[in-house]
């Protein structure tokens, strides 16, 4: 193992432990800026690889809604992002209770259309 890598393994290791030690002041914080069950799911879809028009298009809201969460949660230190390449996660940690409010989320917006459909 080189050195480099060696100071990167060591460097992650401080990371995870800095993130387990402090996670309900991250948790806090990021719900104060993180406030809508969307913006959850948008948050959750923040990989690197995905443009503003995937997460749009795999939440189903408005790119402009996707701009205005892009650019709050850029102003809060949370992503880097430069329009027109995909944004990135300062921090990559998403709050645990996020996932279940999402699943819920999706079940109910489920029920209307298969309700739709029987008809």
């Given at each position: 193992?080189?050195?480099?890598?060696?100071?990167?393994?060591?460097?992650?290791?401080?990371?995870?432990?800095?993130?387990?030690?402090?996670?309900?002041?991250?948790?806090?914080?990021?719900?104060?800026?993180?406030?809508?069950?969307?913006?959850?799911?948008?948050?959750?879809?923040?990989?690197?690889?995905r443009t503003p028009t995937e997460i749009s298009k795999d939440t189903g809201v408005t790119g402009m809604?996707?701009?205005?969460?892009?650019?709050?949660?850029?102003?809060?230190?949370?992503?880097?992002?430069?329009?027109?390449?995909?944004?990135?996660?300062?921090?990559?940690?998403?709050?645990?209770?996020?996932?279940?409010?999402?699943?819920?989320?999706?079940?109910?917006?489920?029920?209307?259309?298969?309700?739709?459909?029987?008809?």
């Amino acid at each position: 193992m080189s050195e480099t890598d060696r100071i990167i393994e060591e460097l992650q290791a401080v990371k995870f432990l800095l993130t387990l030690s402090n996670n309900e002041k991250i948790d806090e914080y990021m719900n104060k800026v993180i406030t809508t069950t969307a913006r959850k799911k948008m948050w959750t879809l923040i990989d690197g690889s995905r443009t503003p028009t995937e997460i749009s298009k795999d939440t189903g809201v408005t790119g402009m809604a996707v701009s205005y969460f892009l650019s709050s949660v850029s102003n809060a230190g949370l992503i880097k992002y430069e329009r027109g390449t995909p944004p990135r996660r300062v921090i990559n940690y998403t709050p645990p209770d996020w996932a279940k409010e999402i699943e819920e989320a999706e079940v109910k917006e489920q029920k209307p259309k298969e309700t739709e459909t029987k008809s």
